[in-house]
């Protein structure tokens, strides 16, 4: 089983209350190969929610409340829920402060990209989970010939 970002599966879970479709990530949900998760739901947050950066190790919303609770919660269920359901791999929506497998936004709010994953990607990463991008769409196709 995949573990897969809830909004790229065409939830509306984002800070927004969009969603991020991806129509493979989709397909993966559609066959049953993967569960659509969104940590910061998982968290606590609501949807839709005031956007939050990372910034000197917390997690900060641009009105300035921290919310680093809220995000290591999420992502400590979704890697319950990772081992529940035997999930050896993640794909994640890039650039996202629980789920950027490769950047996250800086903390400042300006748009500005670090090399730097979210909290939940780090934490699956750490328990030897391969968190992939939700931009590799070479290594969600080849997920999809299971």
């Known amino acids: 089983m995949i573990l897969v970002s ?8 984002t800070w927004k209350g969009t969603n991020n479709e991806n129509l493979y990530i989709r397909e993966l949900v559609d066959k049953g190969l993967a569960i659509p998760i969104c940590p910061e739901v998982l968290g ?3 949807v839709p929610r005031n956007p939050s950066e990372i910034r000197n190790g917390k997690v900060i919303t641009n009105k300035g409340v921290d919310v680093t609770d809220q995000f290591n919660k999420g992502a400590y269920k979704t890697l319950e829920l990772c081992k529940k359901y035997n ?4 794909i994640l929506n890039e650039k996202s402060p629980s789920c950027g497998t490769k950047y996250t936004y800086d903390g400042t709010f ?3 990209l670090v090399n730097k994953m979210g909290v939940t990607a780090k934490l699956l990463n750490d328990n030897g989970i391969e968190v992939i991008s939700s931009e590799d769409i070479d290594k969600i196709k080849l997920l999809l010939e299971i």
């Open 6 to 13: 809830s909004c790229l599966a065409g939830n509306n879970c």
């Open 44 to 46: 606590g947050l609501s």
């Open 87 to 90: 999930c050896n791999k993640a």
């Open 110 to 112: 300006t748009n500005t």
